[in-house]
């Protein structure tokens, strides 16, 4: 493992250690909190189309149960490995503990470029990677779902696998399922509907018109074109959009569905009728009242902070703002509602699939938008509450939010 790598998890727990001091928790407190309940690293051979046999490295990373099961998902990537799996771990009971789902952390990833990989050889890897950590997971003990590489067809191979080694058919072992096997309504747009209600809330508390408010969105896949079309619809205005191809800008706005249309069809937004062309990066530093990073991680630097002109950062991608950006953010007066909070509508419909799952009854659409809505809302006046109190910046704040719960669950079992 390189240096660099191994200090992402040390970057990571800077937040817990912030977060720590506002509590006021003591040390042997924050070495619980920093320590994996369970790290599994697996083996995996798969038969590859040209008959020769390949062996894949898999991970699982079980944070901390004392919430609930650990919860998070799979990713399937060349630049996998533990000190990462370990962060996204970490991160993931920070998320569930932020919105209140009653899970803990967990994360899993396998090292390999599914892009490279036929559907049958990424069928055996699943299988293999499902089989060879069975034995961990389930639904009171671990519950999978997708990430970065991964998609509803990889979690139906993985329950499918599951279900032959346990014996019977348990569709709460893993989320974000086809709806044709127990998936639930509305996961599709789920974290891009957490996210507007997050942005609606934030609208309130720091008093930004959304009626004509421009909105730049960096990137345009799964989770920017949901907020992007209900930001529209609610008479927003979207001036900027990119991918990794480039970008597109028109300061009267942009109709977002039209938007996709395109890019479905030519493969990017760049090129938008009625559009002036921009970089990928661009919609970072357009003028714009929302900003919504929505593609990679460590997009808001240093080096592009002084360009933001936005009064308020919806994080809807992981990770979007450096930690220097985020000083500078701060110190300018930029509002963010952090990724931790802003991107958890995907992981509570994954929670409501499960809770279906458990039940055997599916609700409506209407249901589950209404329990999302509750739970976003909640999610964001308890976060803006404790900034409030503290008078901290929204993301301690929702640091603080979530270990206070984690701690709370650990010291009612005794652990700490
Ligand atoms: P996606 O692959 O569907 O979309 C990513 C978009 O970003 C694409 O349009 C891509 O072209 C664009 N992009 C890539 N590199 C870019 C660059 N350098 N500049 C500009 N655009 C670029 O992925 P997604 O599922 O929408 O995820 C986006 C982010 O949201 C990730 O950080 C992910 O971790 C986070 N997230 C996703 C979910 C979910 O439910 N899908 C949940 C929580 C967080």
New binding site residues.
């Given amino acids: 493992m390189s240096e660099q790598k191994t200090s992402l998890y040390e970057e990571a727990l800077k937040t817990l250690k912030k977060a720590a001091a506002v509590l006021n928790l003591e040390s042997d407190v924050i070495e619980a909190l920093s320590s994996p309940e369970r790290i599994l690293i697996v083996s995996i051979p798969v038969k590859m189309d040209d008959g020769k046999t390949k062996v894949f490295t898999g991970y699982r990373v079980q944070h901390n149960t004392a919430r609930g099961p650990a919860k998070g998902g799979i990713r399937y990537h060349p630049r996998v490995c533990l000190d990462e799996v370990k962060s996204l771990a970490y991160w993931m009971a920070i998320k569930n503990a932020v919105v209140g789902v009653p899970y803990g952390g967990g994360k899993g990833g396998i090292t390999c470029n599914p892009k490279e990989m036929s559907q049958g050889e990424l069928e055996r890897l699943t299988r293999g990677y499902a089989a060879a950590i069975a034995k961990f997971i389930g639904p009171d003990q671990d519950v999978p779902a997708p990430?970065?590489g991964t998609n509803a067809q990889i979690m139906g191979w993985f329950a499918d696998e599951y279900y032959k080694i346990v014996g019977k058919t348990v569709p709460g072992v893993i989320t974000a399922k086809p709806l044709s096997i127990g998936g639930s309504r509305g996961r599709g747009t789920?974290?891009g509907r957490g996210a507007f209600f997050a942005t609606l809330e934030a609208a309130k508390a720091f008093n930004i018109p959304l009626r004509g408010a421009r909105v730049s969105i960096?990137?345009?896949?799964?989770?920017?074109r949901p907020i992007a079309r209900y930001l529209h619809e609610l008479g927003c205005k979207i001036v900027a959009v990119?991918?990794?191809?480039g970008?597109a800008y028109n300061p009267e706005g942009m109709n977002p569905i039209a938007l996709a249309e395109f890019k479905d069809k030519t493969r990017t937004v760049k090129g938008f009728p009625g559009s002036k062309e921009l970089s990928?990066?661009d919609p970072i530093t357009v003028d714009c009242d929302i900003l919504i990073p929505?593609?990679?991680?460590n997009?808001i630097t240093k080096e592009n902070v002084d360009g933001v002109k936005a009064k308020l950062i919806v994080e809807?991608?992981?990770?979007?703002t450096t930690p220097e950006a985020d000083k500078i953010l701060h110190e300018k007066g930029v509002k963010i509602v952090p990724?931790v909070l802003a991107?958890a509508g995907?992981v509570t419909v994954s929670y409501f699939e499960w809770v279906q799952n458990r039940m055997g009854y599916y609700w409506s659409d209407e249901e589950v938008d209404e329990k999302l809505k509750q739970a976003m809302t909640k999610a964001f006046k308890d976060v803006y509450q404790t900034a409030q109190q503290h008078q901290i910046d929204m993301r301690t704040a929702a640091y603080v939010t979530a270990v206070k719960k984690i701690v709370d669950a650990m010291r009612a079992l005794g652990r700490i």
Avoid at 294 to 297: D, G, K, R, S, T
């Fill in positions: 990430d970065v789920a974290t960096q990137g345009y896949g799964n989770v920017a990119s991918d990794s191809t970008g990928a990066i929505a593609a990679l991680e997009q809807e991608a992981n990770g979007p990724d991107n995907g």
